[in-house]
């Protein structure tokens, strides 16, 4: 059975990300009532679901490695692992404070590399990005 406090964490995890999708559902319906999308808006609406879609990965990964972290080692959860919000979970999990214990689970092991590999793409991706535009309007090849 869920605790209260997961049952919470998914409940805001579905109403932030479904705010978030139907932001971003509205954009696109204005964006093609109104006129033809470019190759732009094109790229740049793909870029933002591959972002958005690489977090609510993050999120869920974590909120799975929590419930199988704590399922296996409850009173190492019930000491260690912080309370709040979904960052400060996120990061005890990245940081090498649990790594000992992660590692002698394949299952744990495994949902840690993909919160790493969701969390490398859903930072680097905008901030490349950003540099490429960046780039592209300080050397004029974005008129």
């Known amino acids: ?10 409940l805001g995890n579905v109403v932030v990300f479904g705010s978030g ?4 559902l509205s954009d696109v319906f204005k964006s093609i009532q109104y006129k033809p999308m470019d190759k ?10 591959v972002v ?6 993050v999120q869920v990964q974590q909120n799975r490695l929590l419930y199988y ?14 309370q709040k919000g979904p960052p400060g979970r996120l990061l005890y999990f990245l940081r090498g404070e649990s790594s000992a214990l992660i590692q002698q689970d394949e299952k744990l092991q495994k949902m840690k590399r993909h919160i ?9 991706l905008p901030v490349s990005i950003m540099l490429c535009v960046g780039a592209g309007l300080i050397f004029g090849w974005l008129r």
């Open 52 to 57: 958005f879609l690489s977090i609510i990965i």
């Open 40 to 49: 732009a808006g094109v790229i740049m609406h793909m870029i933002f679901i």
């Open 116 to 124: 790493i590999v969701f969390f490398i793409i859903s930072v680097s």
């Open 1 to 10: 059975m869920v605790d209260r406090r997961t049952q919470l964490n998914i």
């Open 21 to 24: 999708i139907l932001i971003f």
């Open 69 to 82: 972290f704590t399922k296996k080692y409850p009173e190492v959860a019930a000491k260690e692992v912080p």
